[in-house]
């Protein structure tokens, strides 16, 4: 092997690095500016502003690389993924973790792949309920069970009850919205597809915003520098850079190991929100983080699929 050829191959290995990183550190801490983010700024409105400028940003990047803007029939579909993505899962996630703390948002989020095999299993079809995916699923119910139990004995605070409902119902609408988009008409660019969902999802949690009359509630003037800082974090570094990494890393990447992102993202956004938040991690919070950290490893693994949430 040449010196030329020894470099390039340690190039491609620091990029790999850096954007497995990304997905990683970046992707997991995006749950600590959101909380910081609507302590101050209404939880729709809020989601707007992220999802809004972000989606504006990688969809007009697309259009001056040449790559055609999506038809009719794509914006259709685009618009139904958007209203579940992001009008339900992050509006949901976004509005929560004003009553969450964000690492315990992310575990819950975290079961996202659980409702997705149960999807394939009784809606789709196209997965068979094997013991081992009977006992994930158990596993992360127990899990979640454990996290707003107020019954139980552990050390913590059981989770606000209408926080967690919130997120379930988040983590749910995604898995639908997974499950249809195999189905519908998207853009083949999947960074166009992400750009215009996210413009898409913006616009959506505006009218959301307006309608709950969050804009009545905003005054720019009275929002500190952290809030604006958590914003720019979650537009810059959690979408348009966090996406573009995952798009480069699914195109030279097994799934599998990309997927890992789906079990460490919660830890990192627990061990974020605990050193940097003063969030509790008691025993509560260390037996149901694990339970649906084991439940996600299994299911992701069976199934070999992998689903972007950030």
């Keep these: 092997?040449?010196?030329?050829?020894?470099?390039?191959a340690k190039l491609a290995k620091w990029k790999t690095l850096l954007a497995f990183g990304i997905i990683y550190f970046v992707w997991g801490s995006t749950f600590l500016a959101?909380?910081?983010?609507?302590?101050?700024?209404?939880?729709?409105?809020?989601?707007?502003?992220?999802?809004f400028v972000a989606g504006l940003v990688l969809y007009l990047w697309m259009v001056a690389k040449g790559e055609r803007s999506p038809t009719l029939r794509e914006w259709r579909s685009?618009?139904?993924?958007?209203?579940?993505?992001?009008?339900?899962?992050?509006?949901l996630l976004f509005w929560s973790e004003q009553r969450i703390p964000?690492?315990?948002?992310?575990?819950?989020?975290?079961?996202?792949?659980?409702f997705m095999a149960l999807s394939e299993i009784i809606f789709l079809r196209t997965q068979k309920?094997?013991?081992?995916?009977?006992?994930?699923?158990l596993i992360?119910?127990?899990?979640v069970a454990v996290l707003v139990s107020r019954g139980l004995k552990l050390s913590g605070t059981p989770i606000d009850s209408a926080g967690a409902v919130a997120l379930i119902v988040g983590a749910m609408t995604w898995s639908i919205g997974s499950a249809l988009a195999r189905k519908l008409h998207l853009p083949e660019s999947k960074v166009m597809s992400s750009g215009a969902q996210m413009l898409a999802g913006g616009l959506l949690l505006g009218v959301v915003a307006a309608a709950l009359g969050e804009f009545r509630n905003f005054h720019p003037a009275a929002v500190s520098r952290g809030a604006w800082i958590a914003l720019l974090y979650l537009i810059v570094a959690g979408s348009i850079i966090g996406?573009?990494?995952?798009?480069?890393l699914?195109?030279?990447?097994?799934?599998?190991?990309?997927g890992t992102y789906a079990y460490v993202n919660p830890v990192v956004a627990v061990l974020l929100g605990y050193f940097f938040a003063g969030e509790a991690l008691g025993t509560r919070t260390i037996v149901g983080t694990l339970c649906v950290l084991v439940s996600v490893i299994v299911i992701t693994t069976t199934r070999g699929k992998k689903t972007a949430h950030a």
Excluded at 1 to 8: C, F, G, P, V, Y
Excluded at 103 to 109: E, K, T
Excluded at 129 to 137: C, F, G, K, Q, S
Aim: hydrophobic share 60%.
């Design 1 to 8: 092997m040449d010196a030329q050829t020894q470099e390039l």
């Design 34 to 51: 959101i909380r910081i983010g609507v302590q101050e700024v209404p939880p729709f409105l809020l989601a707007a502003l992220r999802f």
């Design 78 to 91: 685009v618009v139904i993924l958007a209203s579940l993505f992001f009008a339900l899962d992050y509006g």
């Design 102 to 114: 964000s690492g315990l948002a992310a575990v819950m989020l975290a079961t996202i792949p659980a």
């Design 129 to 137: 309920l094997t013991v081992r995916l009977a006992v994930a699923l």
């Design 140 to 143: 992360g119910i127990a899990g």
């Design 243 to 248: 996406f573009t990494a995952y798009v480069w």
């Design 250 to 258: 699914i195109h030279h990447e097994s799934p599998t190991r990309v």
